[in-house]
């Protein structure tokens, strides 16, 4: 028998999901730490704080959704009557659905769009100026 939803939400997922968000905290903060010692020339063309808003844009979405919300609902779900393998595979599917729009929404809605959008061009700025470089091109300025 399925269980309404915010009876699904009230209990096993909350629970599951505090007890995940500190390694959830841990991954991410880890993912930044290691951007951000390799992405030294990004980080000094945008600036400490620009690069992180835009780092975090990438890493959180998929962290958050893997870590917390997919293990919280399978975990919600079993408990709701589901077996395992119908649980699993309903949070995977729930889970990527998560990604898949939220990642939308921080590549389209303001302001993360505008902290994405310049991490990526300063990405790609860094990069072309490198292949000028090792081509031996010259610019133009």
Do not use: K
């Not at 395992?84 to 898949?100: E, H």
């Not at 470089?133 to 610019?139: A, D």
């Amino acid at each position: 028998m399925l269980t309404p939803v915010p009876d699904l939400l009230s209990t096993a997922f909350v629970e599951r999901a505090t007890e995940q968000l500190p390694w959830f905290a841990l991954v991410l903060l880890l993912a930044v730490a290691i951007t951000s010692l390799v992405s030294r020339e990004r980080r000094r063309r945008l600036g400490l704080t620009r690069f992180l808003l835009g780092h975090l844009c990438i890493a959180a979405v998929p962290l958050f959704g893997v870590i917390v919300l997919r293990s919280a609902l399978r975990e919600g779900l079993e408990q709701a009557g589901y077996g395992w393998w119908s649980a699993s595979w309903r949070s995977l599917f729930w889970m990527m659905t998560f990604i898949v729009v939220a990642q939308w929404m921080v590549r389209h809605v303001p302001p993360t769009r505008g902290w994405l959008r310049d991490y990526r061009q300063a990405g790609r700025d860094i990069w072309r100026d490198r292949l000028a470089r090792w081509f031996g091109i010259h610019s133009r300025d």
